[in-house]
Each structure stands twice: as C-alpha cells, then as structure tokens.
C-alpha cells in the first residue's frame, strides 16, 4: 500500500471540517475535496460557501461542487484526481460508480458505534433513547446505507444532561482523530475490517422530522428531559403555551408528585416555569417563544405575566 495514497475528501458542515483539518495536520496527501453548492442562506439570502469549502480555499485545496453525484462531468473530476482513496464525512449519498472508483474503496466516518444507529441523526437519536455510551466508527462504504466493513471505533460516555450539540462537538474532535488512526493502519496494514453484525430495527437513526420534536407529556420525566436534550439545539422539541407554539432547549428533572393534571404549564411568574409529567415535572432552564429568541426563563416569565 501506498506511504502516502492520493485522497479525496467530501463533506459539507463545521463536523466535517475537523476531519479534514486533522488530515493536513497528519500530512496527509488531500488532492482534492467535494462539497456542496454555494446557496443562498439566512434572511438577506445571500449565497454562503459551505464550511469545509471554505476551508479548502484558506489551504488552497482543488475543489469540485457537483449539482448531481451522477454526472459525466464529476466522474471526469474524480478521475482526473486518481484518487487510492476517499473519505467522506457529513456528505450526500454517493452513486456506486464514485464510491467504488479508489482502489482503497471510500471510507466514511460514522458518528455511532456501528451497527447500531445507521442513517442520517446518530447522535440526536443515541441521546432521545437515553442510551450511556456512543461514539464513532470508520468503515468502508458499501450498497447499504452505514453497512460496511468496520475498520476502527472509539467509544464516547453520555453524561445525564449532555445535550446533542455538546455531542457533536466532542464527537466531531474524536472522529477526527479516529480517522487520522484509521489511515495510519490502514497504510502499515495494522487494521484488519471487520463485518457488521445486523442491527435491531429498534437501533436505526432517521433523518428527524417535526413529528419526532413535538413533546408527549404523558411519560417519564427522564424520557422527556431526554427528547429535550436530543433535540437541542436544533431543531429543538417542541411543545404548547396557551396555543402557541414554544421550543425547549435546557431542562431538569424534578422527582416530585404532580398535583396538576399531565402537560400543565406550571409557573409562580418570577423564577420558574415547569410541565408536569406522570412522576414528576421538568423544569425548563430556558425557552423560545413563538416569534422570539431563545431566553433563559427568567427573561420568559418577566414578559409572560403581561401574556396572561
């Protein structure tokens, strides 16, 4: 195997960015790098760069942006940059004919510890099921979705009121670095791939919809103050205050007996504001309002008591 293999890099996020930044770091060789379209963003809908294009640009990477991973015109560009290997992180899903085009295959980092949560929100849904422990996995892209050979994990705890933003940041550095350790095996032929086993259906990762955000008060308040912290902070549960529509970001459990009937708004109006569940109540740390910004609660309430 090559010291040194040719490598083409795709991704799009900040999440990516670290991973491409511990690559260069390592020396390793990036001949190029794919991500997304520029696109217009925000209220001004001005058109922004996506942050790993930005990136290739501060270290004068060559970039490629396909509109369509099937296009002639992509295939020519990867050709062109004769990869021995690809790495994708946070990307779309490829077509076989660019997955399979490296002779080294196309390895992807994985923000789960495979099998278990393959699909597009690994970490908001290890978090809303309570799970202990996650991490990240590198392994060879293969026709199933997150199917492939694995070919190293690094185990990451869930404290209690980790929140999925806060996992995603540790997750990002430790997938770098599981990707730089993954390459140096791979080049001293120290790693050996392993297959998947099957994963329980009960253990897959959706993409989320609004559906999975709207809060059920009509459980445990441990599994409420999960959703909150898996969905934070964004796209944020969601939940209603006298019809209107609010996101909750920041919560505590209180093992209390509830005197109020299951999903009352409870408040005193100053200092704190609190839904009842069946074995307790979850007190929220802060709040979005319809039409507002994201404040702590005492700003809330100093505003609510005019609601009323």
């Given at each position: 195997m090559s010291a040194s293999p040719k490598i083409v890099f795709m991704g799009t996020p900040a999440f990516a960015v670290a991973s491409l930044k511990a690559l260069l770091d390592a020396k390793m060789n990036v001949v190029g790098v794919v991500t997304a379209p520029d696109k217009p963003a925000g209220r001004g809908m001005q058109v922004q760069q996506s942050a790993v294009k930005q990136f290739a640009l501060e270290h004068q990477l060559p970039i490629a942006q396909p509109e369509k991973l099937k296009?002639?015109?992509f295939f020519a560009q990867i050709q062109a940059w004769q990869p021995d290997l690809q790495i994708v992180v946070a990307f779309r899903m490829l077509p076989e004919s660019i997955?399979?085009?490296?002779?080294?295959?196309?390895?992807?980092?994985?923000?789960?510890?495979?099998?278990?949560y393959r699909g597009a929100a690994p970490i908001n849904w290890a978090i809303i099921n309570g799970e202990k422990e996650t991490g990240v996995t590198t392994f060879r892209l293969q026709h199933a979705i997150d199917t492939g050979d694995i070919l190293l994990q690094e185990r990451i705890p869930i404290s209690p009121d980790m929140t999925a933003g806060a996992l995603h940041d540790i997750m990002m550095e430790v997938g770098a670095q599981t990707l730089v350790r993954t390459l140096n095996g791979l080049i001293s032929n120290s790693i050996?791939?392993?297959?998947?086993?099957d994963a329980l259906p009960s253990a897959?990762?959706?993409?989320?919809?609004?559906?999975?955000c709207e809060i059920n008060w009509q459980q445990h308040v441990v599994k409420v103050h999960d959703l909150i912290r898996g969905l934070a902070p964004f796209p944020g549960a969601i939940t209603k205050v006298d019809g209107k529509i609010v996101k909750l970001f920041s919560t505590s459990i209180l093992h209390e007996n509830t005197k109020e009937p299951i999903g009352s708004f409870v408040t005193d109006g100053k200092t704190?504001?609190?839904f009842a569940c069946i074995d307790g109540y979850i007190q929220l740390n802060d709040i979005q309002w319809e039409g507002k910004k994201r404040m702590p609660i005492a700003d809330f309430?100093?505003?609510?008591?005019?609601m009323d």
């Open positions: 296009s002639p015109e997955w399979s085009f490296p002779p080294m295959g196309t390895l992807n980092v994985h923000g789960s510890l495979l099998p278990k050996q791939a392993k297959p998947q086993e897959h990762a959706p993409k989320i919809f609004t559906k999975d704190y504001a609190r309430l100093r505003g609510y008591k005019k």
